[in-house]
C-alpha cells in the first residue's frame, strides 16, 4: 500500500505559480511511475503529467505543456508539480496519483492523494 499526500495548494494570481508537492510513504517509491491528475468543478478528473521511474521521462497533457514541470526526488520520495504562467482554467483540485501504467485509455493509477485545491484567479 502506498498514502499519497499533497501539500502547496492556494490561490494564485493569474500569470502567477505554485509548486505542489505529494509525499509517498508505504512501498518502493522509487519502482513506480508518478503523476498528477486535477478535476475542475463540474468535469471530469483529467491527467496533468506523469513521470517514469527510471530516466525519468515526464509527459504532459497539452494544456500545460510548456508551463508546467513535473520532478521527483527519490531520496526524498516526494514528487513535484512546478506550475507557472498559471491561468484561470487551472483553477482545479490537484490529485498526486502513484504506480501509474500508460494504457490505449490513457494513465491510469492505482493510488491517488487526497488532493489539494489550487485556485487562480484573474
Known amino acids: 500500500q502506498v498514502q499519497l499526500v499533497e501539500s502547496g495548494g492556494g490561490l494564485v494570481q493569474a500569470g502567477g505559480s505554485l509548486r505542489l508537492s505529494c509525499a509517498a510513504s508505504?512501498?518502493?517509491?522509487?519502482?513506480?511511475?508518478m503523476g498528477w491528475f486535477r478535476q475542475a468543478p463540474g468535469k471530469e478528473r483529467e491527467f496533468v503529467a506523469a513521470?517514469?521511474?527510471?530516466?525519468?521521462?515526464?509527459y504532459y497533457a497539452d494544456s500545460v505543456k510548456g508551463r508546467f514541470t513535473i520532478s521527483r526526488d527519490n531520496v526524498k520520495n516526494t514528487v513535484y508539480l512546478q506550475m507557472n504562467s498559471l491561468k484561470p482554467e487551472d483553477t482545479a483540485v490537484y490529485y498526486c496519483a502513484g504506480d501509474l501504467a500508460k494504457y490505449a485509455s490513457g494513465w491510469t493509477p492505482n493510488y491517488w492523494g487526497q488532493g489539494t485545491q489550487v485556485t487562480v484567479s484573474s
Open positions: 508505504g512501498r518502493a517509491f522509487s519502482a513506480y511511475a
Open positions: 513521470i517514469t521511474r527510471t530516466g525519468p521521462f515526464t
